[in-house]
């Protein structure tokens, strides 16, 4: 450590002791001080950089029109193409999405603040194996999905119960394709909704204990909709990080295209992520196709992004209940 | 919390308590389905048992009346859907076509290489037509070449780059946000900068391709207009707010008596922030360091678009390059269900979960130490 010490005007040799006598302005300290606000600068930097190139870019072709209608084969017609059946897709497949996520990943958390026992083995290893799915690379989860649910449950479904030579659930769906992002948002939910319930001031549940109310009775009345904020939180999280992955949809129900919206939970979707996908890399002739994709990437990104900005205000809304409550 | 209430006493309470508990407990039985069903599909490669020898005996029309449907099916490649579907007819003149593919082809005298063994997985192999032994990804050919180094190579080379980019930035953005800007700053900046973790994988991908691609090449002046470098940067923007995060997070849980003692005894703040607080939330670091690995490694639609695929060993950060990530996402809806192309990408869906779950658990472990360890000296 002491070779790279920024103190070089002491040879580097002096003790450490010594160097912490330096009073006053000090160059290297001035330096490197400089330096690590220069990368904070060029994070934020970058940042701008991306929302102002696709915003300004974005904006003149984000029209109403665009939003509003279905250029059916015309996908990279500049006048014609729409977004609608992009924008119908995603929306369903993140609603179906919460359906399943948001009920396992409360209860989860539930289990694990109000129930568990933080030193039992068995918490940690649930703990581990939420930590790990967060670490799980999202094209993992499309041959999870692929394997599990399509080649699995729906084969099982088509062969055992309704017998059935054409595959009707053995396919890629906008069902498995949902559930799949439900296993991938799971520990956004469990973490969001476990950082309210812990900022629920233990004194409430006594409270209602002391009243005479069950362990249950507490959780439902008293607890759950105190955290109601980090639970809306999670799910808000969990619906923008969905809303944006590709990588989990492709082989489990996104489709180049459809002639119709879906329909059924077996039918597949067109889906915005994708849509970003095929248009900046299939496209006959980039040049013109140009601002139809950047309109794409811009109504994705007002869609993730808006929600995320909305989950940060009502996260740090919380944070200051919670600092008042006295935590 | 330690009211303890026996189920015959409130059934409700007592159903709903282990209602809850299994309900808790499906997240080990996810982690544990994936790993299941990723190896499932690719277990015939690991045990040896796929054969992907191309070699076709000569079969003449006569000759297929009487060979059994499955075998015909598989000679033709069609898969069983497709082949009840087609008419007598219609199969006849498959066959005539297949025949005559047959005999068209040159002949290779690799053709009868079981090219899903390890030693050409893995190893060089003079191939037909080629002046050297060489590593290639090739599955869509004659002989189907399933060399995964320049894939594995490829997901290094981008990864690398994209750490050696991220780490320094991340590091300084953390320093800076944790030990010297002042906490009215510290409150807009950290919210600010965990915004990037917000924009989807698939636009960074898209900015890569379409922004970052020309610019860096008008900077650098190299050849192909992907490559790794692109890829890298690109995967770094993604991983900052993750390695940042970790970082940041180590740098305060460093106590503040630490910081105030050595500002006592007359350091600037900066030689503070240096030599005192790193150094003690070093581990925490390192952790981000290794979570942004697993996080780089495990990317995929960012190096999909900008990294130009192209299967090629290199050390070279200016060539194009194909990752493991990408390999599954481009080819996998073109490759037979169950055949040999299909299971060699489960096999390195697998070689994605294994790296991650280590990588995972590795910083796991280490940011619960430094955290015990940060409590107790308090």
Do not use: C
């Not at chain 2, 498959?94 to 040159?106: G, R, S, Y």
């Not at chain 2, 780490?167 to 700053?185: D, E, K, N, T």
């Amino acid at each position: 450590m002491d070779t790279q010490t920024p103190m070089l005007h002491f040879n580097g040799e002096a003790p450490v002791g010594k160097d912490f006598k330096t009073q006053g302005f000090n160059f290297w300290s001035f330096f490197f001080s400089g330096l690590t606000g220069l990368a904070t600068m060029l994070i934020l930097a970058m940042l701008a950089i991306i929302l102002f190139n696709i915003t300004l870019n974005g904006a003149p072709g984000l029209s109403w029109r665009f939003l509003t209608s279905s250029a059916d084969q015309d996908m990279f017609d500049v006048n014609k193409a729409g977004v609608l059946p992009m924008v119908v897709g995603t929306s369903i497949r993140v609603i179906l999405m919460t359906i399943f996520v948001i009920p396992v990943g409360v209860i989860t958390a539930i289990y694990l603040t109000e129930y568990a026992h933080s030193t039992s083995i068995w918490t940690r290893v649930i703990r581990g194996a939420v930590n790990n799915l967060a670490g799980v690379p999202s094209i993992v989860f499309g041959l999870f999905g692929l394997g599990f649910f399509i080649g699995f449950l729906g084969s099982h479904i088509d062969d055992n119960i309704l017998q059935s030579a054409e595959p009707k659930w053995g396919k890629p769906a906008i069902l498995w394709a949902s559930m799949t992002l439900a296993v991938m948002t799971l520990p956004v939910v469990i973490v969001a909704t476990e950082e309210s319930l812990k900022a629920i001031p233990q004194g409430l549940r006594e409270a209602s204990l002391a009243l005479g109310a069950t362990k249950l009775e507490t959780i439902i009345k008293i607890v759950l909709p105190q955290a109601m904020p980090g639970i809306l939180t999670g799910g808000i999280l969990s619906v923008s990080r969905a809303a944006g992955e590709v990588a989990p949809i492709l082989f489990t129900g996104a489709a180049y295209y459809m002639a119709s919206y879906p329909k059924a939970l077996t039918d597949q979707f067109m889906d915005l992520g994708y849509h970003v996908f095929i248009l900046s890399t299939q496209s006959p002739n980039i040049e013109q196709t140009r601002p139809i994709l950047y309109a794409t990437v811009l109504a994705l990104l007002i869609l993730t992004f808006a929600l995320n900005i909305v989950a940060i205000l009502v996260r740090a809304k919380m944070r200051r209940n919670m600092r008042l409550l006295g935590h | 919390m330690g009211l303890h209430r026996g189920h015959k006493a409130r059934p409700l309470e007592w159903l709903a308590e282990k209602f809850i508990f299994l309900v808790a407990s499906s997240a080990i039985l996810i982690v544990f389905l994936i790993f299941l069903f990723v190896v499932r599909e690719a277990l015939p490669i690991f045990l040896g048992k796929m054969d992907s020898s191309s070699l076709q005996e000569m079969v003449s029309v006569e000759q297929m009346e009487k060979m059994k449907p499955a075998e015909l099916q598989k000679l033709l490649d069609l898969t069983p859907k497709e082949y009840t579907e087609l008419d007598k007819e219609t199969i006849k003149i498959l066959m005539e076509v297949k025949i005559e593919e047959i005999k068209a082809a040159p002949k290779d005298k690799d053709a009868d290489k079981n090219t899903t063994d390890w030693r050409y997985m893995l190893m060089p192999y003079q191939w037909t037509n080629y002046d050297k032994p060489e590593y290639i990804w090739q599955p869509i050919s004659q002989v189907h070449k399933y060399n995964i180094m320049p894939l594995l190579i490829g997901s290094l080379k981008t990864t690398i780059v994209a750490l050696l980019f991220a780490v320094p930035v991340s590091l300084g953005a953390a320093i800076y946000v944790s030990q010297l800007a002042s906490p009215r700053l510290k409150e807009w900046l950290k919210p600010t900068i965990e915004l990037l973790a917000g924009i989807p994988s698939v636009v960074m991908g898209f900015f890569a391709l379409i922004v970052m691609a020309s610019v860096l090449k008008s900077v650098f002046g190299y050849e192909s207009r992907l490559n790794a470098l692109v890829a890298g940067i690109a995967l770094g923007l993604a991983i900052i707010p993750v390695v940042f995060s970790i970082a940041e997070d180590a740098l305060t849980s460093v106590p503040r008596a630490y910081t105030q003692a050595a500002l006592a005894l007359g350091s600037s703040r900066w030689q503070a922030a240096w030599q005192i607080v790193l150094p003690a939330a070093l581990p925490g670091v390192f952790a981000a360091v290794v979570l942004g690995f697993g996080r780089a490694i495990g990317e995929t639609m960012i190096v999909l678009m900008a990294s130009g695929n192209a299967s090629i060993v290199s050390g070279s950060i200016f060539d194009s390059t194909r990752t493991m990530t990408a390999t599954i996402a481009a080819e996998l809806a073109e490759a037979v269900f169950g055949g040999h192309h299909y299971r060699i990408l489960f096999m390195l869906g697998t070689i994605l979960f294994v790296v991650t779950f280590l990588s995972n658990l590795l910083g796991d472990v280490i940011i619960h130490k430094l955290k015990h360890k940060m409590e107790g000296k308090h």
